[in-house]
């Protein structure tokens, strides 16, 4: 019988940060997104695993599901948080560095989750902590826990990633969640079809950063590209990282996903969103079997239970 060689486990994630999709292989986001299976069932029951552990939430930009689904995670594993989620609170305010602040809460907790508006902040965290650093979304860089979710869901609701030709939709340039899914499907057998405007395209040291392992294609046309996909990830139009007001007027309407539109697609297709959403998804499709977006949702629970159970080492 041939021998399976088992290169990576639990052990393996024990201690390190959670930064960047571009620190992981297959095998790796694989064994995540194993150990989030196991947190459906844990999730329910609820756990003792963190007990004494405390999980610092640092949240210096606004956030309703990843802060909320990092400490209810916590609290599914028996542990406890605390939590900043107004930088006007924190020392910040007064000048404090993202060095400083990293420096003294890690005295306080075992396990840090943050949000910060800076592109370079997780990686400028990560290099001073001395406890496990989960990025919760680096300005537009990078938001790599999102993926998990995103992938576990896709899972879900499509069996596995090989084999689909996925479209992300909308403000590819600044959105942090495609940054990191895009960098986590070079991993898997996929077709990726990238649908923005000229203004909106996704990074090319993103596409770069993808090592030419999937077939990329870049165009404007959702309508047109529609009919090929199997998966439709749509994004909001970032109002919060245009300089110019009117730079976004010209582009935040550029793509509304509606029930009329869906109806071209495949029948099956699978619709996502990494939420909060404006417009670009009409609420004609919430009612739709292909809606997914807010069962995406739960399955943020599943994977940051899954990523800071394995950095804590008690999975
Ligand atoms: N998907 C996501 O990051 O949502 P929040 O901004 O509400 O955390």
């Given at each position: 019988?041939?021998?399976?060689?088992?290169?990576?486990?639990?052990?393996?994630?024990?201690?390190?940060?959670?930064?960047?999709?571009?620190?992981?292989?297959?095998?790796?986001?694989?064994?995540?997104?194993?150990?989030?299976?196991?947190?459906?069932?844990l999730?329910?029951q609820g756990s003792d695993l963190c007990k004494s552990k405390?999980?610092?939430?640092?949240?210096?930009?606004?956030?309703?599901?990843?802060?909320?689904?990092?400490?209810?995670?916590m609290f599914r594993l028996g542990g406890n948080?605390?939590?900043?989620?107004?930088?006007?609170?924190?020392?910040?305010?007064?000048?404090?560095?993202?060095?400083?602040?990293?420096?003294?809460?890690?005295?306080?907790?075992?396990?840090?989750?943050?949000?910060?508006?800076?592109?370079?902040?997780?990686?400028?965290?990560?290099?001073?902590?001395?406890?496990?650093?989960?990025?919760?979304?680096?300005?537009?860089?990078?938001?790599?826990?999102?993926?998990?979710?995103?992938?576990?869901?896709?899972?879900?609701?499509?069996?596995?990633?090989?084999?689909?030709?996925?479209?992300?939709?909308?403000?590819?340039?600044?959105?942090?969640?495609?940054?990191?899914?895009?960098?986590?499907?070079?991993?898997?057998?996929?077709?990726?079809?990238?649908?923005?405007?000229?203004?909106?395209?996704?990074?090319?040291?993103?596409?770069?950063?993808?090592?030419?392992?999937?077939?990329?294609?870049?165009?404007?046309?959702?309508?047109?590209?529609?009919?090929?996909?199997?998966?439709?990830?749509?994004?909001?139009?970032?109002?919060?990282?245009?300089?110019?007001?009117?730079?976004?007027?010209?582009?935040?309407?550029?793509?509304?996903?509606?029930?009329?539109?869906?109806?071209?697609?495949?029948?099956?297709?699978?619709?996502?969103?990494?939420?909060?959403?404006?417009?670009?998804?009409?609420?004609?499709?919430?009612?739709?079997?292909?809606?997914?977006?807010?069962?995406?949702?739960?399955?943020?629970?599943?994977?940051?239970?899954?990523?800071?159970?394995?950095?804590?080492?008690v999975?």
């Open positions: 019988m041939r021998q399976v060689q088992l290169l990576v486990n639990a052990s393996h994630f024990k201690g390190k940060h959670f930064i960047s999709m571009r620190d992981y292989n297959r095998e790796e986001l694989d064994f995540i997104l194993d150990t989030a299976d196991q947190m459906v069932e999730e329910k405390v999980l610092a939430s640092m949240f210096f930009e606004p956030s309703t599901r990843t802060r909320l689904s990092f400490e209810t995670a948080v605390t939590t900043v989620a107004d930088p006007k609170t924190s020392s910040a305010a007064k000048g404090e560095t993202l060095e400083d602040t990293i420096k003294t809460i890690q005295n306080y907790a075992d396990i840090i989750a943050m949000r910060h508006p800076d592109n370079d902040a997780a990686l400028r965290a990560a290099k001073v902590a001395m406890v496990p650093y989960i990025n919760g979304g680096s300005g537009s860089w990078e938001h790599p826990t999102q993926t998990m979710l995103d992938l576990h869901c896709i899972r879900y609701a499509k069996g596995g990633m090989d084999g689909l030709t996925i479209g992300m939709v909308g403000d590819l340039k600044h959105g942090r969640t495609v940054h990191s899914l895009l960098l986590a499907l070079r991993h898997y057998d996929v077709k990726v079809k990238l649908i923005a405007p000229e203004q909106l395209k996704m990074k090319p040291d993103v596409i770069e950063g993808t090592e030419g392992k999937i077939e990329i294609e870049e165009v404007t046309d959702l309508k047109k590209t529609l009919p090929e996909l199997d998966l439709i990830y749509m994004t909001r139009v970032q109002k919060e990282r245009f300089p110019d007001p009117a730079d976004y007027d010209k582009v935040k309407n550029s793509y509304i996903l509606d029930k009329a539109l869906l109806s071209k697609g495949k029948r099956d297709v699978v619709v996502m969103h990494p939420l909060p959403r404006v417009n670009e998804i009409a609420t004609d499709i919430d009612p739709l079997p292909n809606a997914w977006y807010f069962r995406q949702v739960k399955h943020g629970i599943y994977a940051r239970m899954a990523i800071m159970g394995l950095a804590l080492g999975l």
